[in-house]
Antibody, heavy 121, light 108 residues
Framework: QLVESGGGLVQPGGSLRLSCAAS????????MNWVRQAPGKGLEWVSF????????YYADSVKGRFTISRDYAKNSLSLQMNSLRVEDTAVYYC????????????????WGRGTLVTVSS | EIVLTQSPGTLSLSPGERATLSCRAS???????LAWYQQRPGQAPRLLIY???SRATGIPDRFSGSGSGTDFTLTISRLEPEDFAVYSC?????????FGGGTKVEIK
């Protein structure tokens, strides 16, 4: 399973670090993603990191402000969010790509329940 | 970027009825690279369909997907109480991958 944490209320321009704890599967074998959903809106892909960490992608909307990383020892995925904007307000989900090792399928077969990030003054 | 438009926004049906959900793309989706997800309130999204028509592990056969090009459909043959939820489509044929806005299936 995947369990996100670290969400909360932050002022515009502030920072927040989200974490996602993985269990029940071999975390190091899978690429991982962050996907978010603003209130009343559809899902939006945010960032990708390959199983080997050799490949990282970001949505244009967060490029230069967010940093994705993973810790194999802790079976954990992270998202460091800086220079937060009101439009970053959303539930953030971590999601697994089912492709083994560095094969990437680009859909998501395992999701967490999400953590809410609210950016407001 | 490919924009996915889902219709209707809300579908009001009774248990046992058939649900037909539409996902229309602003341009052709490469290959069969379309997936469907179910979201129940407070729960993790759940993968239902990938590759337009392949059911994910453990998904009952009352769920089926079809389509090609710009028009895709998710069909639930007979609604069970646990099927009342929000359904979203996702294309992954052309970067950036994108999602539709969702269709809510509610109890009539």
């Amino acid at each position: 399973q995947l369990v996100e944490s670290g969400g909360g209320l932050v002022q515009p321009g502030g920072s927040l670090r989200l974490s996602c704890a993985a269990s029940g599967f071999t975390f190091s074998s899978y690429s991982m993603n962050w996907v978010r959903q603003a209130p009343g809106k559809g899902l939006e892909w945010v960032s990708f990191i390959s199983s080997s960490t050799s490949t990282i992608y970001y949505a244009d909307s967060v490029k230069g402000r967010f940093t994705i990383s993973r810790d194999y020892a802790k079976n954990s995925l992270s998202l460091q969010m800086n220079s937060l904007r009101v439009e970053d307000t959303a539930v953030y989900y971590c999601a697994r790509d089912p492709g083994p090792y560095d094969s990437v399928y680009w859909y998501f077969d395992l999701w967490g329940r999400g953590t809410l990030v609210t950016v407001s003054s | 970027e490919i924009v996915l438009t889902q219709s209707p926004g809300t579908l009001s049906l009774s248990p046992g009825e058939r649900a037909t959900l539409s996902c229309r793309a602003s341009q052709g989706v490469s290959g069969t690279y379309l997936a469907w997800y179910q979201q129940r309130p407070g729960q993790a999204p759940r993968l239902l369909i990938y590759g337009t028509s392949s059911r994910a592990t453990g998904i009952p056969d009352r769920f089926s997907g079809s389509g090609s090009g710009t028009d895709f459909t998710l069909t639930i043959s007979r609604l069970e109480p646990e099927d009342f939820a929000v359904y979203s489509c996702q294309q992954y044929g052309s970067p950036p991958l994108t999602f539709g806005g969702g269709t809510k299936v509610e109890i009539k």
